[in-house]
């Protein structure tokens, strides 16, 4: 019984990696990352590090992170942009905005967050190399 005790968990936590970082990757970073030398210097600046910087970094959360968290990959420290470009949207950019203009970015907030506080789970690259690791290979 150990064994599924242990599995169902792992299994949640991959169809909230690949679920997350999927709708991410597909809605959101795949078209900016495509799109990156025509959009950044237009892009909004909402907390003064200049459109360019704010665009390189929604790229890196929605395009780079949400591969690592489809992966597996270094999966703590991948949610983490992603919750703290949430937070910029929700607090800052649509401050003033109606919550129906937030939510999106809370949608996105809630999975990066809770895959900050659990891992990866079992079926994820950070297993695979940590349990190489473990065994000496």
């Known amino acids: 019984m150990k064994g599924i ?14 679920g997350t970082g999927g709708l991410l990757l597909y809605g959101h970073g795949l ?47 991948a949610a983490i942009p992603i919750v703290i470009f949430a937070v910029v949207a929700v607090f800052v950019q649509h401050a003033a ?8 970015a809370l949608l996105y907030m809630v999975p990066a967050l809770t895959l900050t506080l659990t891992g990866a789970g079992r079926f994820s690259l950070d297993r695979l190399i940590g349990s190489g690791r473990k065994s000496g290979k």
């Open 5 to 18: 005790n242990e599995t169902i968990p792992s299994i949640g936590l991959l169809v909230l990696r690949l």
């Open 31 to 77: 078209g900016k990352f495509m799109t990156f030398s025509k959009s950044a210097a237009t892009f909004a600046d909402p907390i003064g590090l200049g459109p360019v910087t704010s665009f390189a970094l929604v790229v890196l959360a929605e395009f780079f992170c949400s591969i690592a968290i489809m992966l597996g990959l270094g999966i703590r420290l």
């Open 97 to 104: 905005d109606p919550f129906g203009k937030k939510e999106l």
